[in-house]
C-alpha cells in the first residue's frame, strides 16, 4: 500500500471540479484508492463521499492505493493535487 499526504492550499478547498478530476483519473486504475481527511476515509471513486470530506484550505489530504498500478496512480493522483490545490 502507499500513501500520498497533500495540505490543501487553495483558498476554496477541494472543491467540485478538482474532486472531479480526481474521481476520473482515479477511475483510470485497478488499485483501489482512498481519500482521508477529518478522520474519515472515503473510496475516491465515489464523488457525493469525497465532497462530504469538506475539505477546506490548511487540511491534510491523505490518499492511499492499494493494488497492482498503486505507484503510477498516486503519482498521477498527487500531481493533479499540486496543480490543483
Known sequence: MKTVRYTVS????????T???LIS???K???RI???AG???VLAGDIPAV???EVKKGDLLVLRAQGADEEEALE????????NL
Open 10 to 17: 487553495e483558498e476554496a478547498g477541494l472543491h467540485a471540479r
Open 25 to 27: 483519473e482515479a477511475g
Open 29 to 31: 486504475y485497478g488499485a
Open 19 to 21: 474532486a472531479g478530476i
Open 39 to 41: 478522520g474519515k476515509t
Open 34 to 36: 482512498t481519500l482521508e
Open 76 to 83: 498521477a493522483l498527487e500531481k493533479i493535487l499540486r496543480e
Open 51 to 53: 465532497m462530504g470530506l
